[in-house]
């Protein structure tokens, strides 16, 4: 991004935002924007798999249960970077990002991230980051089953609910 891009607008970026620059757009449509992140995993202060860290402005919202994806560390990779890997494009697609990042966004990937609490194994981990590589090395040949609520969300925008004078605060029309 430029410099002082924070100053510039929110922490919500969609696609073809104005403060990406255009290496940054490269590095980010090959998500290799994520590789800086494997220091923060060697550090031990990140996982490869766990839930994707937020910025502090949307953490402070969080309810109580919302912080329950605080009893994992933090990661690179997640169902909800999966499932949710056009997030971009998604935001670009809405008549307010940020107020559809926090009202929608949010708490979906706050439920995925609770799927991972509770199952929170060696062997989840590995099935998410198997997933994860396929995604980036074969995932228009071979995509992953999307997530329902996903799907739903993907059918909400198509059918422009989530844009001005068609849905309520919550997305719903």
Known sequence: MVDRAEDMGTSVTARDDSRITPLGKILRRMKLDE???????????????????????????????????????????????????????????????????????????????????????????????????CMLTLGRWWPIEEHPEVTQLRDNLGAGIYNSGNRDKKGRS
């Open 35 to 133: 590789l800086a992140q494997l220091i923060n995993v060697f550090k031990g202060d990140m996982s490869l798999v766990g839930p994707r860290p937020d910025v502090p402005e949307i953490v402070r919202n969080y309810t109580p249960d919302m912080k329950e994806i605080f009893k994992i560390r933090p990661g690179i990779t997640s169902e909800a970077t999966l499932h949710l890997r056009d997030e971009e494009d998604i935001l670009a697609k809405v008549d307010d990002p940020d107020t559809f990042y926090n009202d929608v966004l949010v708490p979906l990937k706050i439920k995925l991230a609770m799927g991972h609490v509770e199952r929170n194994s060696f062997t989840y981990d590995l099935r998410v980051l198997s997933k994860t590589v």
